[in-house]
């Protein structure tokens, strides 16, 4: 009875962890599948693919060693081997987490549920059988295991498939399979998904607190390795040393040794502090690395910028007014340059910077107490320094600036700051700092366009990020007045609407001293993603959206591929899916989250909210591993498992989990969910040790 009663919870177990998700790209050796610069001689995969061209080559050796006779035979079998390249075969080859020397063979019409193509309908299996069964050849990868089944098999010479199985039906049972939603089957092509189907979201997000700090920035090191900058609003920056996933550790960052203090510079407060961090991409080498803050130019002698309100704008700083106690372009808007030079042998072994500017970048005075972005990032493809700048505040930007091309309010510009100019050009070009403007800014075709600017129409950036598989893919949050929070693709030259348009509606000033721009005098583009207001909790204000990046981790495969954003007040974060890829059509949904059990750091929430505090950033380490900066901590993504958050492309029985360093996290209670996995070991357990 006890067996019986064990064998009951194993299965149990098995059904708790089988998880119908969508499927995504990744090959057997779980790399992330890639585009060739040449094509391959032997197997037709050219676009994106998993082989090489030496195991490209090696295939067609493996094939020839076959020594197929008929010629019918031979494509089909070269199909077969040749799946191997296939962007899916981690799938196709892995039933259960057993590995098999064959892809699964279609064998039945696709379900209605499958995200696969209609192609893979056909019989693929049966017709293997039928061209193949009375073929000899050699080292079938058709031989039973030594199991009995279709694992790998035994060592076998030439044979036919008669030899080893008695019929059709056998075969087929051993090696086919049906296409069905969060399962693939090979059927002599290339896998292709449906592209008009929806793909099934991520059934949640796991996350584990590594740090206790509460950061705004956060940056990889450009020297490739484990380590990371993160930057406070007060103006410090530390660097830190990133633990492996699944090993248990938490962030090594010493707060007591900041990289770099620039807190004197820094003007603090709610709106106002240090807002980003760029290192340049040469930094090993160079040792440069910018800063963006806020300065008072009141209590800072350095915060000496031109007002962004002048008559170039049509806009006169003595008719502004006070805004919360502060004069017109009191507060600034600033970018400047440091070095980690002469501080170590050479740049990537510094561990601290001089605190003095080497350069003044940017310097701007802001016109309102709000809205002044501030992110810097370097552009990976062009190496030019992106910066995002709001609208400059005020209810409903009442002068327009967004929309005016010769502000720089409500844009981002691009800069060149490894060509320095002189001083003398710098005043005959009217430049803010010390850059010069890339010669394929928009402004040479839109010569209305100030030459800074990149993209315009914005109310207030909040995180942007480049994808690291397809930089072309530039997105950006862009905070709403009342009613819309929207996520947008940033192309050269583009008009993102504010303030005619929140979002994808028409929005109506309260005021409009500045003047109006008219819809049908603009060609806006319209969000990619977004949310209502009304959509998420509003008992912490008004709804504020942090922008995210793409997640191209394989830590969690069921993630890959999707963008993450979240709000500051929300009880969720969000997962954007793009289908079909590269479309620019994306679903968000939203992803419910839970803290790992065995964080390395007690986790943390905020009340009425399942979110680690207020999540003010996201970053991304050089494993492209996704961080949330929140006001309790930082946190990293991990595997699902950990959060019993099921996901059919995550082999949890090779990866070992953590020690345990910390109590239970509190976040991880808010679900509530069952622990599978001790379920299923502990059956294991009973049936192995004969205890039942």
Same mark, same amino acid.
């Given at each position: 009875?006890?067996?019986?009663?064990a064998?009951?919870?194993?299965?149990c177990?098995?059904l708790?962890?089988?998880?119908?998700?969508?499927?995504?790209?990744l090959c057997?050796d779980?790399?992330?599948?890639?585009?060739?610069?040449t094509?391959?001689?032997?197997? !037709?995969?050219n676009?994106?693919?998993?082989?090489?061209s030496t195991?490209?080559?090696?295939?067609?050796?493996?094939?020839?060693?076959?020594? /197929?006779?008929d010629?019918?035979?031979?494509?089909?079998m070269?199909?077969?081997?040749?799946?191997?390249?296939d962007?899916?075969?981690?799938?196709?080859?892995?039933?259960?987490?057993?590995?098999?020397?064959v892809?699964?063979?279609?064998?039945?019409?696709?379900?209605?549920?499958s995200?696969?193509?209609s192609?893979?309908?056909?019989?693929?299996?049966?017709?293997?059988?039928?061209?193949?069964?009375n073929?000899?050849?050699?080292?079938?990868?058709?031989?039973?295991?030594?199991?009995?089944?279709a694992?790998? +098999?035994?060592?076998?010479?030439?044979?036919?498939?008669t030899?080893?199985?008695?019929?059709?039906?056998?075969?087929?049972?051993?090696?086919?399979?049906?296409?069905?939603?969060?399962?693939l089957?090979?059927?002599?092509?290339?896998?292709?998904?449906?592209s008009t189907?929806?793909?099934?979201?991520?059934?949640?997000?796991?996350?584990?607190?590594?740090?206790?700090?509460?950061?705004?920035?956060?940056?990889?090191?450009?020297?490739?390795?484990?380590?990371?900058?993160?930057?406070?609003?007060?103006g410090?920056?530390?660097?830190?040393?990133?633990?492996?996933?699944?090993?248990?550790?938490?962030?090594?960052?010493d707060?007591?040794n900041?990289?770099? #203090?620039?807190?004197d510079?820094?003007?603090?407060?709610?709106?106002?502090?240090m807002?980003?961090? =760029?290192?340049?991409?040469n930094?090993?080498q160079?040792?440069?690395?910018?800063?963006?803050?806020?300065?008072d130019?009141?209590?800072?002698p350095?915060c000496?910028g031109r007002?962004?309100?002048?008559?170039?704008?049509?806009?006169? +700083?003595?008719?502004?007014?006070?805004?919360?106690?502060?004069?017109?372009?009191?507060?600034?808007s600033?970018?400047?340059?440091?070095?980690?030079n002469?501080?170590?042998?050479?740049?990537?072994?510094?561990?601290?910077?001089? !605190?003095t500017?080497?350069?003044r970048i940017?310097?701007?005075?802001?016109?309102f107490?709000?809205?002044?972005g501030?992110? /810097?990032?370097f552009g990976?493809?062009?190496?030019y320094?992106?910066?995002?700048?709001?609208?400059?505040?005020?209810?409903?930007d009442?002068?327009?600036?967004a929309?005016?091309k010769?502000?720089?309010?409500?844009?981002?510009?691009?800069?060149?700051?490894?060509?320095?100019?002189?001083a003398?050009?710098?005043?005959k070009?009217?430049?803010?700092?010390?850059y010069?403007? !890339?010669?394929?800014?928009?402004?040479k075709?839109?010569t209305?366009?100030?030459?800074e600017i990149?993209?315009y129409?914005?109310?207030?950036?909040?995180?942007?990020?480049? #994808?690291?598989?397809?930089?072309?893919?530039?997105?950006?949050?862009?905070?709403?007045?009342?009613?819309?929070e929207?996520?947008?693709?940033?192309?050269?030259?583009?008009?993102?609407?504010?303030r005619?348009?929140e979002?994808?509606?028409?929005?109506?000033?309260?005021?409009s001293?500045g003047?109006?721009?008219?819809?049908?005098?603009?060609? +806006? /583009?319209?969000?990619?993603?977004?949310?209502?207001?009304s959509?998420?909790?509003?008992k912490?204000?008004?709804a504020?959206?942090t922008?995210?990046?793409?997640?191209?981790?394989?830590?969690?495969?069921?993630?890959?591929?999707?963008?993450?954003?979240?709000?500051?007040?929300?009880?969720?974060?969000?997962?954007?899916?793009?289908n079909?890829?590269?479309?620019?059509?994306?679903?968000?949904?939203?992803?419910?989250?839970?803290? =790992?059990?065995d964080?390395?750091?007690?986790?943390?929430? /905020?009340p009425?909210?399942?979110?680690p505090?207020?999540?003010?950033?996201?970053g991304?380490?050089?494993?492209?591993?996704?961080f949330?900066?929140?006001?309790?901590?930082?946190?990293r993504?991990?595997?699902?498992?950990?959060?019993?958050?099921?996901?059919?492309?995550?082999?949890?029985?090779?990866?070992?989990?953590p020690?345990?360093?910390?109590?239970?996290?509190?976040?991880?209670q808010?679900?509530?969910?069952c622990?599978?996995?001790?379920?299923?070991f502990?059956?294991?357990?009973?049936?192995?040790l004969?205890l039942?």
């Amino acid at each position: 009875m006890g067996r019986v009663l064990a064998s009951t919870l194993l299965f149990c177990s098995l059904l708790l962890l089988f998880d119908p998700s969508f499927s995504h790209p990744l090959c057997i050796d779980s790399t992330v599948p890639f585009s060739l610069n040449t094509t391959l001689k032997f197997c !037709p995969y050219n676009a994106s693919t998993c082989c090489n061209s030496t195991q490209d080559l090696q295939l067609q050796k493996q094939f020839q060693a076959m020594n /197929i006779s008929d010629p019918s035979c031979a494509t089909v079998m070269k199909s077969i081997l040749c799946a191997r390249c296939d962007p899916f075969s981690a799938e196709l080859f892995t039933v259960s987490s057993t590995p098999r020397p064959v892809p699964v063979l279609c064998n039945s019409t696709v379900s209605a549920n499958s995200s696969q193509s209609s192609q893979a309908a056909n019989n693929f299996c049966s017709n293997v059988w039928d061209t193949c069964q009375n073929v000899s050849f050699s080292n079938s990868p058709f031989a039973p295991s030594l199991k009995g089944q279709a694992g790998l +098999p035994v060592n076998s010479k030439i044979s036919k498939l008669t030899a080893y199985w008695q019929s059709k039906t056998d075969f087929c049972n051993a090696f086919g399979g049906a296409s069905s939603d969060g399962s693939l089957c090979f059927d002599g092509q290339p896998v292709t998904l449906n592209s008009t189907g929806t793909p099934r979201p991520p059934n949640g997000l796991c996350l584990e607190k590594i740090g206790n700090g509460s950061y705004l920035s956060m940056a990889a090191h450009p020297d490739g390795s484990n380590r990371a900058f993160f930057a406070s609003q007060k103006g410090k920056i530390w660097m830190a040393t990133i633990p492996e996933q699944g090993s248990g550790g938490a962030l090594k960052l010493d707060e007591s040794n900041p990289f770099v #203090d620039l807190t004197d510079e820094v003007y603090l407060d709610t709106q106002f502090g240090m807002m980003g961090i =760029a290192f340049h991409p040469n930094f090993a080498q160079n040792g440069r690395f910018f800063a963006s803050f806020n300065c008072d130019k009141t209590k800072w002698p350095g915060c000496t910028g031109r007002c962004s309100c002048n008559s170039d704008v049509n806009c006169d +700083p003595s008719k502004l007014g006070p805004d919360n106690g502060a004069q017109p372009c009191q507060y600034q808007s600033v970018v400047a340059e440091y070095t980690a030079n002469g501080t170590a042998s050479q740049p990537s072994l510094a561990t601290s910077a001089k !605190p003095t500017e080497v350069r003044r970048i940017f310097t701007m005075g802001l016109p309102f107490t709000s809205h002044h972005g501030g992110q /810097i990032l370097f552009g990976p493809a062009d190496g030019y320094l992106y910066f995002m700048m709001g609208d400059g505040g005020g209810v409903g930007d009442p002068y327009n600036f967004a929309q005016n091309k010769k502000s720089l309010l409500g844009k981002i510009m691009r800069l060149d700051v490894d060509n320095i100019p002189s001083a003398a050009e710098i005043d005959k070009l009217s430049l803010w700092g010390n850059y010069s403007i !890339p010669k394929d800014n928009p402004y040479k075709e839109d010569t209305e366009l100030q030459p800074e600017i990149w993209a315009y129409g914005l109310r207030n950036p909040w995180r942007c990020s480049f #994808d690291s598989k397809r930089p072309s893919y530039f997105m950006c949050a862009d905070v709403g007045q009342d009613k819309y929070e929207e996520v947008d693709i940033i192309t050269k030259d583009g008009n993102y609407g504010w303030r005619v348009y929140e979002g994808p509606y028409l929005f109506t000033p309260p005021e409009s001293p500045g003047g109006n721009t008219t819809p049908n005098s603009i060609s +806006p /583009i319209l969000p990619v993603m977004g949310y209502l207001h009304s959509d998420v909790n509003k008992k912490e204000g008004s709804a504020s959206i942090t922008g995210g990046y793409f997640y191209r981790s394989m830590t969690d495969p069921c993630m890959y591929g999707r963008y993450l954003y979240a709000d500051l007040y929300a009880t969720a974060l969000w997962a954007g899916t793009e289908n079909p890829e590269d479309s620019g059509n994306f679903t968000s949904s939203e992803i419910p989250f839970s803290c =790992a059990a065995d964080s390395p750091l007690q986790c943390s929430s /905020i009340p009425g909210s399942s979110l680690p505090g207020y999540i003010f950033s996201f970053g991304e380490d050089n494993s492209q591993d996704i961080f949330l900066l929140a006001s309790s901590g930082v946190y990293r993504v991990v595997r699902p498992s950990r959060c019993n958050y099921t996901c059919s492309k995550e082999n949890v029985t090779a990866l070992a989990s953590p020690a345990p360093s910390s109590p239970k996290s509190h976040a991880s209670q808010l679900s509530d969910p069952c622990n599978n996995l001790v379920l299923l070991f502990s059956s294991l357990l009973l049936l192995l040790l004969g205890l039942v």
